[in-house]
Each structure stands twice: as C-alpha cells, then as structure tokens.
Nanobody, 124 residues
Framework: QVQLVESGGGLVQAGGSLRLSCAAS????????TGWFRQAPGKEREFVAR????????DYGDPVKGRFAISRDNAKNTVYLRMNAVKPEDTGVYYC?????????????????WGQGTQVTVSS
C-alpha cells in the first residue's frame, strides 16, 4: 500500500495554468502505475490521465488531451499533473490514484490506493 497526498489545487482564471502534485509514501512508488481523476459536483468520477510506473507511457482523456500533461519523478515519489489553458469545465476535485502494476486502465476500479483530493476551481 501507498499513501497519496495531493496538493496544488486552487482558484485559477480560465486560460491559466496550474500544477498538481501527488506525493506518495509507504512503499516503493516506482512499482506503481498512477492516474489522475476528477469529480465535478453531481457527476461521476472521470478519468483525466495515467502514467506507467516508469513514466514512459502516458494517456489522456479526450477533454484534456493537448492541454494537460502527466509526469512523475520516482526519486521524489511524486506524480504531477500540469494543467494548461484551463476551462471552467475543468472545475472539480482532482484525485491521484495508484496500483502496483506496470500500467493501469482508465477505470477507477483498477486502482487500489487513492488520495483525498484537491479542489480546482476555474473561473470564467
């Protein structure tokens, strides 16, 4: 098991940028595939991005493709989500998730470890 703590959320104007961080502790983080998800009020949790445990494979949900970038620094046990050109529809709670695997699917059920989330609010 790993413990995940997200940070970096806040209020940002549309068109601006934000970088979220997910710090992991507990086990060897380099053994864990990681994903970012988000949940807007009244909506289901939605896949945002995923990255393989080594960082060589990434994937993005269609709403964020070309605007967001996921990366990781295993030496620092941290995964990042760079958010550029944000839109009001990007508003929500962003969650980091991890599973002991080389790479994981886009499904929330594939992940065993979750952080508490960080709120991102984009104003128009």
């Amino acid at each position: 098991q790993v413990q995940l703590v997200e940070s970096g959320g806040g209020l940002v104007q549309a068109g601006g940028s934000l970088r979220l961080s997910c710090a992991a502790s507990g086990r060897t983080f380099s053994s864990y595939a990681t994903g970012w998800f988000r949940q807007a009020p009244g909506k289901e949790r939605e896949f945002v991005a995923r990255i393989s445990r080594g960082g060589s494979i990434t994937d993005y949900g269609d709403p964020v493709k070309g605007r967001f970038a996921i990366s990781r620094d295993n030496a620092k046990n941290t995964v990042y989500l760079r958010m550029n050109a944000v839109k009001p529809e990007d508003t929500g709670v962003y969650y980091c998730a991890a599973v002991a695997a080389q790479y994981a699917s886009r499904q929330t059920s594939a992940y065993e470890n979750w952080g508490q989330g960080t709120q991102v609010t984009v104003s128009s």
